[in-house]
């Protein structure tokens, strides 16, 4: 029988259990020969199930899932590339190690190089995620404000005008019973 764990380990984990999830009515069949309440208890339990999966699958947990895998992905990316090739570059510059960066007060040691990296990793993830998605999508929705739309006639073949022009016909025709 399938095992359902109780706790994600990696990143694909939360879209197994919710794959799970669709076997989950099926699991609690045997339950109901001994249920005493005339299945009530299962009924219900049905019913809690089948109202999760709507709300798993509506589109908003979904992609909210996927925009959070995305979003740690992308961030290990842009860590890597700032931790390993931008700081490393700019200790050639400036001549100095910036992860061993310290400075002592009374006893304690601050390690200010590693904030300047933690620093450039978010200023280089801010502006990927300005320039890649934000503008873009500010683009977008301000060309549809203004009534363009990507699918603009100027640019498709006559052929493809036509056939426009016949589906169209065909979706304000009357149906015919």
């Known amino acids: ?19 799970t999830l669709a076997s989950l009515s099926v699991r609690f069949e045997f339950l109901t020969a001994a249920d005493t309440t005339g299945g009530k208890v299962i009924n219900e339990l049905k019913k809690v199930i089948v109202e999760f999966k709507k709300f798993l699958f509506q589109g908003t947990v979904v992609g909210l899932a996927s925009a959070v895998v995305i979003g740690v992905t992308l961030t290990a990316f842009i860590s890597a590339i700032t931790s390993e090739l931008v700081i490393p570059l700019l200790g050639v ?85």
Not at 1 to 19: D, H, N, Q, T, Y
């Open 1 to 19: 029988s399938e095992r359902i764990r109780a706790l994600p380990i990696s990143p694909l984990e939360p879209v197994i259990a919710i794959r």
């Open 93 to 177: 510059v400036f001549d100095t190690d910036f992860k061993t960066l310290t400075f002592r007060w009374r006893e304690n040691k601050f390690k200010y190089g590693r904030v300047i990296d933690a620093s450039l990793t978010l200023l280089a993830t801010l502006l990927v995620l300005f320039f890649l998605i934000l503008k873009p999508s500010q683009a977008i929705a301000a060309r549809r404000l203004a009534g363009e739309t990507d699918d603009d006639a100027s640019h498709l073949s006559e052929e493809t005008r036509v056939l426009r022009e016949i589906r169209d016909l065909l979706k304000a025709a009357p149906a015919a019973d």
